[in-house]
């Protein structure tokens, strides 16, 4: 599977972003999608998860303000930020794995596939 992710950019507090995940190489409506962001001097966090049933999960830092989604017509996932804050400053990139329990998706080493990172840069 190859990810390629897109939709950073830089936006002022409050604002919108709306980020994609495109997947191409194998039929993706079987695996799992996350976000993670990684901001300067910090390490790799995760944000959110969509598996191929729809269930979704959330760091609590975001919740209420970002929503994944997926399109698998599209072998696309989307990550709609609203309520943007100079803390989501981060590169964000998109992971894809197969069969991935709950209490794994918060892990990088539970995903197969990589894409690179969109940056989202948040002014105050």
């Known amino acids: 599977v190859q990810l390629q992710a897109s939709g950073g950019g830089l936006v002022q507090a409050g604002g919108s972003l709306r980020l994609s995940c495109a997947a191409s190489?194998?039929?993706?409506?079987?695996?799992?999608v996350g976000w993670f962001r990684q901001a300067p001097g910090k390490e790799r966090e995760f944000v959110a998860a969509?598996?191929?049933?729809?269930?979704?999960s959330y760091v609590d830092s975001v919740k209420g303000r970002f929503t994944i989604s997926r399109d698998n017509a599209k072998s696309t996932v989307y990550l709609q930020m609203n309520s943007l804050k100079p803390e989501d400053t981060a590169v964000y990139s998109c992971?894809?794995?197969?069969?991935?329990?709950?209490?794994?998706?918060?892990?990088?080493?539970?995903?197969?596939?990589w894409g690179q990172g969109t940056l989202v840069t948040v002014s105050s």
């Open positions: 992971a894809a794995g197969a069969r991935i329990i709950l209490s794994a998706l918060t892990y990088p080493t539970s995903y197969d596939y």
């Open positions: 190489g194998r039929p993706f409506s079987s695996y799992t």
């Open positions: 969509i598996r191929y049933s729809s269930t979704t």
